[in-house]
């Protein structure tokens, strides 16, 4: 299990759009993914899920990945969160 510490790079935050390339991106992989921010624990590959999460620019969370591509996961993720997005 890796714990990856990340800060939102999205200028207005992830709503829509960003959240179903997020979905798709976690999806490549075979391991678990799961963004716990505020107390929550939502599974990576949810749409609704993440949706639920209305994330914004600024925003810590950490990012969990457990399986056998779990580094490759975490660290796909951690980019998508990190590129800075108008």
């Known amino acids: ?3 990856t510490p990340v800060v939102v790079r999205h200028n ?5 759009r960003p959240i179903a390339l997020l979905v798709q991106e976690a999806s ?7 963004i ?3 107390g929550k624990k939502i ?9 639920s999460l209305s994330l914004a620019e600024g925003e810590e969370l950490t990012v969990v990945t457990e399986g056998d591509d779990e ?5 796909g993720i951690k980019t ?3 590129k800075v997005k108008e």
């Open 1 to 3: 299990m890796i714990k």
């Open 12 to 16: 207005k935050g992830l709503d829509g």
């Open 28 to 34: 490549q992989y075979a391991s678990q993914i799961h």
């Open 36 to 38: 716990m921010v505020n």
């Open 43 to 51: 599974n990576a590959k949810s749409i609704m899920g993440m949706m």
């Open 71 to 75: 580094k490759k996961a975490a660290e």
């Open 80 to 82: 998508f969160f990190t």
